[in-house]
């Protein structure tokens, strides 16, 4: 009895001696534990399916990296086949006959925590096999997929999920070579309102539309989503060894709409131009009118702007450009700061509940671009929530707190228009005036 305690005894010590060294082995040689989770669940966000080898030095591999918080990557990394028919995208690998994958589903577009975007989007297949299709046309350049569907139809996240997207995946990933687009789920109107800066992107070959095509289009390789650095944010860093901005991308957009002979509206003036972007469904200013009529006595020529959803940008970018004042209640169309020139000045209305994004959206990015930015916040009595729910509500007193799921936040975008104080606003505009008559006076 006492050799059997013995041993047990012993094998304990040993078990423990054990445990301590691999506890100090982790402490010494892998580091800080919670360094090692964060790699251990990056390596765990990498899928990679490689072939069993080569097919004419040309691995057909599907490598997928889900690690971003705002967008997943998928590339094939050779000879590429893809069936609008059933929306799958094969990695041709003449060594599957006999061996059965089954499918990985893909949403290639680069929102995808929010659940509602990502409803919109349809799932492709990705696959690795030897598909049972010839290729009818036959590409000589990589693939770019993306998807225009999500919250498509809003300016703003047509502009920040698909185009600074866009720009950001081309720069990084293939800023010395030609890429052929590949857009999943566009509407026409769509196509037409982007045409010359999706032209831009790809000078040298066509835009697929993935909607209407019967045929088998195939591909040296592809690449699957597009790279997203937050809201309206262009990091450099991320970008390295060819470090692009968001100057870099307004740039851009001038290079796209200047070289078509864009009427800008800028001839030489006294007077500053002041352009109202002008809202129908909400965030309405309600006595419109009025504000246009104390700008004009201020001294302002006042433009009032209404964009529909499929207005050509070359037509909008004529107008804000030649702007030397964009105003608006904060919403897409303001968006449009994209447009304006070094100098000019950007007024925005901020509604109650709302001061986050406008000032991710519409503060911080202007002033990067070098644009005058000026902020009108509304107080409660100028908000149409007042007499709706009343003063004693969250959702007037306290907006932060009311806005704890995404339907209530909804309500302070969907539910609520302005009715400016003139008088206080006016204080605004006379401030707005001065810097534009800076403005125009350098500009003449």
């Known amino acids: 009895m006492e050799e059997l305690k013995s041993t047990r005894l012993s094998m304990l010590t040993l078990c423990f001696g054990l445990m301590v060294f691999i506890f100090f082995l982790q402490i010494t040689v892998i580091g800080d534990k919670i360094i090692w989770n964060v790699k251990l669940r990056t390596k765990l966000s990498i899928c990679r399916w490689v072939p069993d080898r080569n097919v004419n030095g040309s691995a057909a591999a599907i490598t997928c990296d889900y690690s971003n918080k705002e967008y997943d990557l998928c590339t094939i990394n050779g000879s590429t086949l893809l069936d609008p028919t059933s929306s799958t995208i094969y990695a041709v690998d003449l060594h599957t006959r006999n061996k059965s994958r089954p499918p990985l589903k893909f949403r290639p577009y680069p929102r995808k925590s929010d659940k509602v975007a990502m409803s919109f989007v349809k799932e492709l297949n990705l696959i690795v096999a030897q598909p049972k299709l010839s290729c009818n046309v036959t590409h000589h350049t990589p693939a770019l997929v993306f998807s225009a569907a999500g919250y498509t139809g809003n300016h703003y996240h047509e502009i920040n999920e ?3 997207p866009l720009f950001i995946t081309i720069n990084k990933l293939f800023s010395n070579q030609d890429v052929t687009l590949v857009v999943t789920e566009g509407k026409m109107w769509w196509f037409q309102k982007y045409a010359e800066l999706l032209a831009a992107f790809s000078p040298h ?3 697929i539309n993935a909607n209407n095509l019967s045929t088998v289009h195939c591909f040296p390789s592809a690449t699957l989503g597009l790279m997203k650095h937050g809201p309206m944010i262009i990091d450099p860093k991320l970008l390295l060894p060819n470090p692009k901005t968001l100057i870099d991308f307004r740039a851009f957009l001038g290079k796209v709409y200047s070289k078509l002979g864009t009427p800008f509206m800028y001839p030489k003036r006294d007077k500053p131009q002041l352009t109202l972007i002008s809202r129908t469904a909400s965030r309405v200013i309600t006595n419109e009118e009025d504000v246009i009529k104390v700008a004009e006595e201020l001294g302002f020529i006042v433009h009032v702007f209404e964009a529909s959803r499929s207005t050509p940008m070359r037509k909008v970018y004529g107008v804000v450009h030649g702007s030397d004042v964009l105003l608006g209640v904060h919403g897409a169309g303001l968006t449009n700061f994209l447009f304006m020139r070094k ?5 925005q209305v ?7 994004v406008s000032t991710t959206y519409y503060e911080k990015p202007p002033k990067y671009l070098g644009v005058e930015y000026l902020e009108y916040k ?6 149409s929530l007042l007499q709706k729910y009343g003063g004693d509500s969250l959702v007037v007193k306290n907006p932060g ?3 704890t799921k995404w339907p209530q936040k909804r309500l302070h975008w969907t539910h609520q228009n302005v009715t400016i104080d003139i008088t206080r606003f006016r204080n605004c505009l006379i401030k707005a005036h001065e810097k534009a008559k800076i403005f125009i006076t350098k500009v003449n």
């Open 162 to 164: 698909i185009f600074i």
């Open 205 to 207: 070959r066509s835009i």
């Open 343 to 347: 100098g000019s000045v950007l007024v």
């Open 350 to 356: 901020v509604p109650i509940g709302l001061e986050w």
């Open 378 to 383: 509304i107080e409660v009595n100028e908000s």
């Open 401 to 403: 707190a009311f806005q």
